[in-house]
């Protein structure tokens, strides 16, 4: 991810007070870049990694925390985000994302798309960030472009309305079958 981009991206996830990445790899830069903004900041991967000052690492997997009933306090945050997800982490990201009442964003690997339903907003420097829950799904927040976000679709993110109401309990959900064409998807 390009300075510009990596920038444009700690703007947005500044606006939340506690952040927990997910999958941090070996690129912790924003981690960092958050932490350096007094923002308390969690990372987790399945394997051990190395963070900066100010980055809590917790070793762990969000497919298994995303099965668990309690996923684990290191995950109880303003807002879950990966970047450069693989979509086959987009799911439990968001279910944990759900459990814990977190936002849920993230980018995705090259040209994926996203596995999940997202509202994809594009911020300086090119980079799309998804948003599978959170302000930019509910209005609550508007950036515009005076923040340097815009809606791929060109609209005023303020005018998007709230679709968690609509919402039912992920535990009311019937399974998602990924071989059955008309199971739900979430």
Same mark, same amino acid.
């Given at each position: 991810?390009?300075?510009?981009?990596?920038? *444009?991206?700690?703007? +947005?996830?500044? $606006?939340?007070?506690?952040?927990c990445?997910?999958?941090?790899?070996?690129?912790?830069?924003?981690?960092?870049?958050?932490?350096?903004?007094?923002?308390?900041?969690?990372?987790?991967?399945?394997?051990?990694?190395?963070?900066?000052?100010?980055?809590?690492?917790?070793?762990?997997?969000?497919?298994?925390?995303?099965? $668990?009933?309690?996923p684990?306090?290191?995950?109880?945050?303003? *807002?879950?985000?990966?970047?450069?997800?693989?979509?086959?982490?987009?799911?439990?990201?968001? *279910?944990? *994302?759900?459990?814990?009442?977190?936002?849920? +964003?993230? %980018?995705?690997?090259?040209?994926?798309?996203?596995?999940?339903?997202?509202?994809?907003?594009?911020?300086?420097?090119?980079?799309?960030?998804?948003?599978?829950?959170?302000?930019?799904?509910?209005?609550?927040?508007? %950036?515009?472009? #005076?923040?340097?976000?815009?809606?791929?679709?060109?609209?005023?993110?303020?005018?998007?309305?709230?679709?968690?109401?609509d919402?039912?309990?992920?535990?009311?959900? #019937?399974p998602?079958d990924?071989?059955?064409?008309?199971?739900?998807? %979430?």
């Amino acid at each position: 991810m390009s300075q510009n981009r990596r920038g *444009a991206v700690v703007e +947005l996830l500044a $606006r939340y007070h506690t952040v927990c990445e997910v999958g941090v790899g070996r690129r912790p830069e924003v981690a960092a870049a958050l932490a350096a903004r007094d923002r308390s900041v969690t990372a987790t991967d399945v394997h051990d990694r190395e963070t900066p000052a100010g980055v809590r690492f917790v070793r762990d997997d969000v497919v298994e925390a995303s099965r $668990r009933d309690d996923p684990g306090d290191h995950y109880r945050a303003d *807002a879950i985000y990966g970047l450069n997800l693989p979509t086959e982490l987009h799911r439990p990201t968001l *279910a944990v *994302a759900r459990r814990v009442d977190a936002d849920c +964003l993230f %980018t995705t690997l090259g040209g994926d798309p996203p596995a999940v339903a997202t509202h994809p907003i594009t911020l300086d420097g090119g980079e799309t960030l998804y948003v599978a829950r959170g302000p930019e799904t509910d209005g609550t927040i508007s %950036t515009g472009d #005076a923040d340097g976000v815009t809606d791929t679709d060109g609209t005023d993110q303020a005018d998007d309305t709230d679709d968690r109401q609509d919402r039912e309990p992920v535990e009311s959900r #019937a399974p998602v079958d990924e071989h059955d064409p008309d199971s739900e998807r %979430t």
